[in-house]
């Protein structure tokens, strides 16, 4: 029994420890819909149209009939007294006697049916909601949007973060090889000392970028961790490379993917903006319609000189009353006419916020759609520099190494071919990046 139990806790160990080791990885069409489940601002979204509808209700239940209780308690510590004229009592004529009418201690109980009958402003409370409720879900989608678009730029950085890591040290290697021969043939006293400076200053350089990048590409996958709604000390995986990202993206056909502006989610809430100033105004207009509501209660009071209130013997006074209350509007010294004309204002002002709102979307796609094209084009581009730079680098190696070359043309051919390569795993990240650029504008 005891070593059941012994290899019962083994096992519950390693099943910990091997949990305890496994890593989250993440392609980048998975990272986006796990941050879209999971990211704080998704995830607060979310809530908004749980708490619209939650509203929604609210004010619906405004109109619907109420029901409220009360229960008052009193005791007269120093009881009121009044003065009658005392020939009630067969005293003086002229004269007055004091009086307590009622009982030191009192309970009454109160039960009030109320009911809204008619209320402008409570109808356009109730269109107002459908219009809040829109507002949240097309927020959501906004939400959705920007999650990708940071999930998408957040992965890219710390895929360039880990290739730049990996560039700098394959230059390392070749700089301190160079930098080893060149020191033996300058100990053999067939070089001069400057090419050996040269390298160690081209060296230094590159190995501060390669700390530099070392600490951003920690940085950037904690960035990221973040924007997925993950702790930002896990140890993420990504399982997609650059280069096979960045072939995937480009598609210049997709620049030309027909638009419909009422899809942006942009113009979707000018739209709702549009709405609501509209309902405003509706809601200023409906304040000078009368209001009609309408009552019922029962209650019940008992009267005692002591806290007698719940024994069998005790007295009890029913009461009802059932009414009706009509308010009208009927001067406000032109405040009602001075809200209604804000509100026409503010409505016509969200109406030329609509137009501008159309116009910078469709500025904006063409922006996105030329960004999109020219970041497709430069990565060709810079793809065929690079190769350029490597080839121009590995002659002037051999040109160095024959001594043909001089110490300072090698370092000029190093550091083309380092910019080179820099600017081709930027372009890479550009290619993603604006194609998620104008797929946010597309709402694709």
Known sequence: MKNHFLTFLALLYLSIGMAQETKNSFTLDEAINFALENNYSAINANRDIADAKKQKWETIAAGLPQINGAVSYQNQLKQPISLIPAEFFGGEEGTFAPVIFSEPQSLTATATLSQQIFDGSYIVGVQATKTFIAYSKNNQEKTKLEVKKAVVQAYGNVLLAEESVKILENNIATLEKNLFETKKIYENGLGDEESVEQLQITLSSVENQLKNAERLKIITLQML?????????????????????????????????????????????????????????????????????????????SYSDQFNFFKDETEWFDYSVVGVDLNIPIFSSLKRSASTQRAKIALEKSKTQLTEAEQQIKLQLKKAQSDYILAIEQYATYKENLALAERIENKNQIKYSEGIASSFELRQAQLQLYDAQNTYLQSMVDVINTKTELEVVLNN
């Open 225 to 301: 961790n973040l924007t997925m709604g993950i702790a930002t000390d896990s140890h993420t995986l990504l399982s997609d490379n650059l280069d096979d990202l960045a072939q995937q993206e480009t598609d210049l056909a997709f620049a030309d993917t027909s638009f419909n502006l009422n899809n942006n989610v942009d113009y979707k809430m000018a739209l709702n903006l549009n709405e609501q100033r509209a309902l405003e105004l509706k809601l200023q207009r409906s304040k000078a319609l009368p209001t009609l509501n309408a009552f019922i209660n029962y209650g019940s009071s």
